[in-house]
C-alpha cells in the first residue's frame, strides 16, 4: 500500500499545517481556552473561508466530497494544534450525517450554511448511565399529530453549547437496550424544551448536558428511517471515531517532538539527557507506538472508503483500541522524561496529556472497543 500523499493532498496539509502553526501557539492556544467560549469565531470563520468546513460536504450541494483520507489529513494537522472549533461536530459528523440521511428539502440549505460557518451541529446521542453503549437509549420519541414530541437526557455532547442544530438518538419503539427502534432527529437546539448546559472539559474543548422537555418536531426532522437509526448512528460515530484517531495521531506526533527537542536540550552530568542510552531506548518506544497508531488509522481511511460497513467498524474498533494504548503509552513517557514540570499547565506536554486522555474516553475506551472488536470476530 502506498502511504505517500498526493499532492493535493500534500497541500491540503500544507495549508491546514500553516493555519495550526500561525494561530495555535500555545500561549494564545491557553488564553482561547480560559475565553467563555473556549474557541474563537474568528478562526472558525478562517477555516469556512479556506473550504475546510465544506471538506465532507457532498459535490452537488457545493462541497469538496472528500475521502476519509483527505478527513484524517487534516484531523491530524489539528491534533498537533489542539485546535478548539468544532470541526469534528459540524465538518465531519454533521456534514456526513446530513449529506446521507438529511431531509431533501432543507438538506441544500443545511449544507450551504455548514459550509460558510453559519451553522453549527451536535451529535447528542449518549446518555448518563450508558457508559459507551450507543443502543442503551432511553430518550424517547411519541408520534403527535404530523411529528413527534421528545423528552430524555444526553450527557457529554461535544461542542453541544456552540450547536445551532442537534442530531438526537431516541426511542420510537422498543425496548431500552434494543438496536431496533431507534431514530435519529435533527432538532433545532433554540426549540422550546431544549435545556443546554455547557461546561469545560479536562482539556479546555466544550461539551454539554442536554435535557430534552416535550421538545415538538416534525416528520421532517427524521434522519433516514424511523425505528431504523441504529445503523447510521452507528455508521456517524464510526467517522467521528476514525476523525478522533487521526487527530490523535497528530496530538502524538507534536507531544513526541516535544519530547525529542527536551532530550535534545536538558542537560544532566554536563550532558544533554539524550545521550543517554536508556533514554534514547524510550524514544525510540515512544517513535515505535506513533507509528502504529498512523498506520492503523491508515488501514481504518482504506476501509471507510470501501462499502463494506461490517469491515470499516471492525477497522475503527482496532484503530480506537491502538490509539487508546499508544496515546497512553506516548503521554506517560513524555511526562516521565520531562519530569516534574511535565505535570504541570504551564508546559504544552501536559495539555496534550489531556487531550489524549479525552480522545481516548469519547465513544468509548480501549477496552470498550477491543470487546466490540471482538465481537464481530
Not at 461536530?89 to 440521511?101: D, F, K, Q
Not at 497508531?293 to 462499502?307: E, G, I, P, Q, W
Amino acid at each position: 500500500m502506498d502511504f505517500a500523499l498526493a499532492e493535493e493532498q500534500q497541500m491540503l496539509a500544507d495549508v491546514v499545517g500553516r493555519f495550526v502553526d500561525n494561530e495555535y501557539a500555545f500561549e494564545a492556544r491557553r488564553r482561547l481556552a480560559a475565553t467563555t467560549q473556549c474557541w474563537s469565531s474568528a478562526h472558525w470563520s478562517t477555516l469556512a473561508d479556506m473550504g475546510l468546513l465544506a471538506l465532507n460536504v457532498p459535490e452537488q450541494y457545493g462541497g469538496l466530497g472528500a475521502s476519509p483520507a483527505e478527513t484524517m489529513i487534516v484531523m491530524e494537522a489539528l491534533g498537533r494544534g489542539l485546535v478548539l472549533e468544532p470541526f469534528l461536530s459540524t465538518a465531519v459528523l454533521g456534514a456526513r450525517l446530513i449529506g446521507v440521511a438529511g431531509h431533501e428539502a432543507r438538506k441544500a440549505s443545511w449544507l450551504a450554511s455548514l459550509a460558510a460557518g453559519s451553522l453549527k451541529t451536535a451529535l447528542a446521542t449518549l446518555e448518563p448511565g450508558a457508559r459507551f453503549d450507543l443502543w442503551n437509549v432511553t430518550t424517547t420519541a411519541k408520534a403527535s399529530g404530523a411529528g413527534y414530541v421528545l423528552n430524555g437526557r444526553k450527557g457529554v455532547v461535544l461542542h453541544g453549547d456552540s450547536a445551532d442544530l442537534l442530531f438526537v438518538s431516541a426511542r420510537t419503539s422498543g425496548e431500552p437496550t434494543d438496536t431496533a427502534g431507534i431514530t435519529l432527529f435533527a432538532v433545532d437546539a433554540k426549540a422550546t424544551g431544549v435545556t443546554v448546559k455547557g461546561f469545560p472539559a479536562l482539556d479546555g474543548q466544550r461539551v454539554a448536558e442536554i435535557t430534552l422537555d416535550d421538545v415538538h418536531v416534525n416528520a421532517d426532522a427524521v434522519l433516514g428511517t424511523v425505528d431504523e437509526g441504529f445503523a447510521l448512528l452507528e455508521w456517524t460515530v464510526d467517522h467521528g471515531i476514525f476523525a478522533l484517531c487521526a487527530e490523535a495521531v497528530g496530538a502524538m506526533e507534536k507531544l513526541a517532538d516535544l519530547t525529542y527537542d527536551y532530550l535534545r536540550t536538558r542537560k544532566q552530568f554536563g550532558a544533554p539527557i539524550g545521550k543517554f542510552q536508556a533514554l534514547q531506548h524510550r524514544a525510540a518506544d515512544i517513535l515505535s507506538a506513533v507509528e502504529q497508531a498512523r498506520s492503523m488509522v491508515y488501514f481504518a481511511a482504506a476501509k471507510l472508503a470501501d462499502d463494506d460497513t461490517r469491515e470499516s467498524h471492525r477497522a475503527v474498533c482496532a484503530a480506537k483500541a491502538m490509539i487508546g494504548r499508544s496515546g497512553r503509552f506516548v503521554a506517560q513517557q513524555a511526562i516521565q522524561l520531562h519530569g516534574g514540570m511535565g505535570m504541570t499547565d504551564e508546559l504544552s506536554v501536559g495539555w496534550y496529556v489531556k487531550r489524549l486522555t479525552c480522545i481516548d474516553m469519547t465513544w468509548g475506551n480501549t477496552e470498550h472497543h477491543v470487546e466490540l472488536y471482538g465481537a464481530y470476530l
